[in-house]
């Protein structure tokens, strides 16, 4: 398993260091950004000093609901929202006195 990833990491690097958006099925997508600092013409744009960095982007795969024509993101799809309980106050939160003997 652990050469498996490795490989992995060793062909996205190649990959991403190439421009090319990365597809895992199932799971989502990564691409590079640049970090930039604006220029006041395209002809006053220079790589060498506009561009000041690069990150990583990740977009977890969606599904279509063709329903109500919304996506969703794969990891949380089904996911129930549920409300608890409110948290009671304890000590110097509910007015009882907060010292320690």
Excluded: C, W
């Amino acid at each position: 398993m652990y050469a498996v990833l490795k490989e992995l990491v060793n062909v996205m690097n190649r990959h991403l260091h190439n421009g090319n958006r990365v597809v895992l099925d199932g799971f989502g997508s990564f691409k590079v950004g640049l970090k930039t600092k604006g220029a006041d013409t395209v002809k006053d744009f220079s790589p060498a000093t506009n561009i000041v960095g690069a990150r990583l982007n990740f977009q977890p795969e969606t599904h279509r609901n063709a329903a109500d024509r919304t996506r969703r993101k794969a990891f949380i799809q089904g996911i129930e929202v549920k409300m608890v309980g409110e948290k009671k106050p304890t000590g110097a939160e509910s007015g009882e006195g907060g010292e320690t003997p």
